[in-house]
T-cell receptor, first 111, second 112 residues
Framework: QKEVEQNSGPLSVPEGAIASLNCTYSDRVSQSFFWYRQYSGKSPELIMSIYSNGDKEDGRFTAQLNKASQYVSLLIRDSQPSDSATYLCAVFFYNNNDMRFGAGTRLTVKP | ETGVTQSPTHLIKTRGQQVTLRCSSQSGHNTVSWYQQALGQGPQFIFQYYREEENGRGNFPPRFSGLQFPNYSSELNVNALELDDSALYLC???????????FGPGTRLTVT
């Protein structure tokens, strides 16, 4: 089992819809969770961080963390074509001080 | 723009050669992490430097080594290059080892 897993997609949603991206992680000591957006040919861009159970909202983005289920998700409301990118889930594992990324989910928002 | 810079942008090397990649961290950041990203994959953690000390390491062989300088800039050195080392190399800086990491634009390395 990979340490951080995401559905590779592609995920396609119409403009204005809610896009839901999911991520699960292995049972290691972890505390910090991040979502990055990566456009083709570019480096990852941090869009959300979450450190405790529950929801965290920032504009059109909501991150949800459930440590008991080892699950973190990202919701994008009112999706726009400019949101079309690969979304990377990242988990910081304390026991080795390393950040592990999922393979990413490719999102396409259709006008 | 994150304020993290990397050089060079692109690099072509021959198998067996050595390469040094450079990274300048964002102002106020004392932690630099290096990643390798193959096409279609997520970034793979190489190692992290915190206040000039290696603070964690991923599953990369010893021929991948690094340094962090007093101004918190960093270098990644790769010896005895292999074809599979061809990838995008990313550095990311953060204000502390636990916090949000901000990526530079990356260095695209091609090994022929």
């Amino acid at each position: 089992q990979k340490e951080v897993e995401q559905n590779s997609g592609p995920l396609s949603v119409p403009e204005g819809a809610i896009a839901s991206l999911n991520c699960t992680y292995s049972d290691r000591v972890s505390q910090s969770f991040f979502w990055y957006r990566q456009y083709s040919g570019k480096s990852p861009e941090l869009i959300m961080s979450i450190y405790s159970n529950g929801d965290k909202e920032d504009g059109r983005f909501t991150a949800q963390l459930n440590k008991a289920s080892q699950y973190v998700s990202l919701l994008i409301r009112d999706s726009q074509p400019s949101d079309s990118a690969t979304y990377l889930c990242a988990v910081f594992f304390y026991n080795n001080n390393d950040m592990r990324f999922g393979a990413g989910t490719r999102l396409t928002v259709k006008p | 723009e994150t304020g993290v810079t990397q050089s060079p942008t692109h690099l072509i090397k021959t198998r067996g050669q050595q390469v040094t990649l450079r990274c300048s961290s964002q102002s106020g950041h004392n932690t630099v992490s290096w990643y390798q990203q193959a096409l279609g994959q997520g970034p793979q953690f190489i190692f992290q430097y915190y206040r000039e000390e290696e603070n964690g390491r991923g599953n990369f062989p010893p021929r991948f080594s690094g340094l962090q300088f007093p101004n918190y800039s960093s270098e990644l050195n790769v010896n005895a290059l292999e074809l599979d080392d061809s990838a995008l190399y990313l550095c990311a800086s953060s204000s502390d080892r636990l916090y949000e990491q901000y990526f530079g634009p990356g260095t695209r390395l091609t090994v022929t």
